[in-house]
């Protein structure tokens, strides 16, 4: 039976890069950095890097190491490619912590009413 969700293609897209972290041998770290080369590389657009934000956290990734991978590949995939890559991993960085945001909210408001009722 499948499960049903608000985000079902996130979802999937998501499912499909934990299982792809898990099946490769390279650490998590060079493993996410490598993918955002990749994205960059392939002019992708935000919603692509949105997928691997969790686990750029999860690997402990810092900005500065994706600058660095943008740099890195600048003389290969060229000024506009890095500069747009630039622009879409700011915008779904937005929108994770958006989203985080508002899911803290809905907590804090459900907590709320939890012991408005005690």
Do not use: W
Request: charged share 20%; glycine share 4%.
């Amino acid at each position: 039976m499948a499960i049903t969700s608000d985000a079902p293609v996130l979802d999937t897209l998501a499912a499909m890069t934990i299982d792809s972290i898990e099946r490769c041998g390279m650490e998590e770290s060079a493993l996410i950095l490598t993918r955002i080369a990749a994205l960059a590389a392939m002019d992708a657009p935000a919603i692509s890097y949105l997928a691997h934000v969790d686990p750029a956290v999860k690997a402990n990734l810092t900005l500065e190491q994706v600058q660095d991978v943008l740099v890195a590949i600048a003389p290969v995939v060229g000024t506009a490619r890095v500069m747009a890559a630039a622009g879409h991993i700011t915008e779904a960085l937005g929108f994770a912590i958006a989203v985080a945001e508002s899911d803290a909210e809905a907590i804090a408001e459900a907590d709320a009413r939890s012991r408005s009722k005690s």
